[in-house]
């Protein structure tokens, strides 16, 4: 796993965890009250996955060969 692989598994993880903020804090204000600590671990969670994901392939990376 070269640099290129990093930056573009970053951005992905990034991305997701930022979904899963905005989904999980929509979800919770709907709901009445927003549980900061379950919005951060569910986002952690996510940003890991979407990195152990990321080790079957890249798209964005395959796409260049």
Do not use: H, Y
């Not at 290129?4 to 899963?20: H, P």
């Not at 952690?44 to 260049?64: H, R």
């Amino acid at each position: 796993m070269n640099l290129r692989w990093w930056k573009a598994a970053g951005i992905r993880a990034i991305k997701t965890v930022a979904q899963t903020a905005v989904a999980m804090i929509g979800t919770s204000a709907v709901m009445g009250d927003v549980d900061w600590i379950m919005v951060g671990s569910a986002s952690l969670l996510a940003g890991i996955l979407s990195l152990l994901t990321s080790v079957a392939g890249l798209p964005e990376l395959e796409n260049e060969k």
